[in-house]
């Protein structure tokens, strides 16, 4: 998923200007946003798990 939100990071910005001419900004910020904090969730669920011995 990390990897994911930094692709998808470098791909808004080297296209930011596109982007922005078509109003579409917001939404991409807003994309990008969610999945870092689905990452974020996940990796926090997986340390959660590690630290019940579920893993």
Request: net charge positive; charged share 15%; hydrophobic share 65%.
């Amino acid at each position: 998923m990390y990897i994911a939100f930094i692709v998808l990071s470098v791909f808004v910005l080297i296209h930011m200007d596109g982007i922005r001419e078509i109003n579409q900004l917001g939404m991409w910020i807003a994309l990008l946003l969610l999945l870092l904090l689905t990452a974020l969730f996940g990796t926090f669920r997986i340390l959660a798990w590690i630290r019940e011995g579920k893993m």
